[in-house]
């Protein structure tokens, strides 16, 4: 905890030049608002709220949090339109689908104003709707990194629990985690839907009818925690192995427990926290990364859990 406390005195010290230089002329007060596309329910996000919230305070800039109640796509479109309309620095934003997202973005940009994109899409989508750049994870290669780790751990064949199958960037995860383990995708992947209850008897289905699975992947807490239970059920929690994205409280007890072999963790403070960082001071300085930046992936184990699981679910 005492390197906790060095990190953040140390991005203090880092934040106070723009505080000082804001107050010596140049602009202060920016603006920034941050579209998801995560739905109300999806308690991973609050990391990305809190980091938001953080760089906020660091930088002295204002900023918002904005998202789809239900995780909806198209209501997302709108919501960024909205966000432009309402005259910001900057916005940032997932691309969670190009192809209805696509448009809103490109007029933000067109409008003059500035886009990071985070967390999904890639920095070729990114450069495609004219954003400055991309924070966030490969999702594809984090799979792929994925798939190979599960090989060399005997997996041979494997169910992906998908539980925002509207968001084709996030199934690249299951893609290259097939690809990894070098077997076809097929129907290894399953639309899990987002109720808890629903998630737990898909898993049980699949499982019962596919009884040689020997290896599950989830793709974040949603889907994790009902599969977690759905394993309990079936008597087979520590007995197949089990690896997912994302941390969250009861991923982290799963890692300690032994159900749940790692965890990629794509560190989604860092993807709230940079774009903000890298917007103000492009605003006041006019300096930016000339690299697009990722986040993740990192794998996660029961060794080192301490930090984690002391910051889970609030800055990890």
Not at 170 to 177: D, N, Y
Not at 206 to 216: C, K, M, R, S, V
Not at 272 to 283: G, S
Not at 291 to 298: A, T, V
């Amino acid at each position: 905890m005492k390197s906790l406390l060095k990190t953040v005195a140390a991005a203090a010290l880092v934040a106070a030049t723009p505080f000082m230089a804001a107050a010596d002329g140049h602009q202060g007060g920016e603006r920034y608002i941050l579209v998801s596309h995560a739905p109300d329910s999806d308690s991973w996000w609050n990391t990305i709220r809190n980091a938001l919230s953080l760089a906020g305070e660091q930088m002295g800039v204002e900023v918002e949090y904005r998202n789809p109640p239900t995780g909806d796509i198209a209501d997302m479109a709108r919501i960024i339109e909205q966000a432009a309309a309402s005259g910001p620095d900057g916005i940032i934003t997932t691309l969670a689908d190009p192809d209805v997202l696509g448009d809103s973005i490109s007029a933000a940009v067109d409008a003059g104003i500035d886009v990071i994109i985070m967390n999904s899409g890639t920095p070729e989508q990114a450069r495609e709707v004219g954003a400055l750049m991309y924070v966030g994870q490969p999702e594809y290669d984090a799979g792929y990194a994925a798939g190979l780790r599960a090989a060399g751990d005997g997996v041979t064949s494997f169910l992906c629990v998908n539980h925002v199958i509207s968001n084709p960037v996030v199934a690249e995860r299951c893609s290259g985690f097939a690809d990894g383990l070098g077997v076809e995708l097929g129907d290894s992947m399953i639309d899990a839907g987002q109720d808890p209850a629903e998630i737990q008897n898909r898993v049980i289905a699949y499982l019962n009818a596919n009884p040689e699975t020997d290896g599950i992947l989830t793709l974040g807490p949603t889907s994790a925690d009902p599969t977690i239970l759905a394993l309990e059920e079936m008597g087979l929690a520590g007995d197949i192995y089990f690896g997912t994205f994302d941390l969250g409280e009861n991923i982290v007890a799963g890692i300690r427990d032994g159900v749940i072999q790692w965890g990629i963790d794509q560190q989604p403070f860092l993807q709230a926290y940079l774009p903000v960082v890298v917007l103000t001071n492009y605003h006041r300085y006019g300096v930016l990364p000339g690299n697009n930046i990722n986040s993740g992936p990192g794998f996660i184990t029961a060794d080192g859990l301490e930090l984690v699981e002391a910051l889970a679910g609030e800055f990890r």
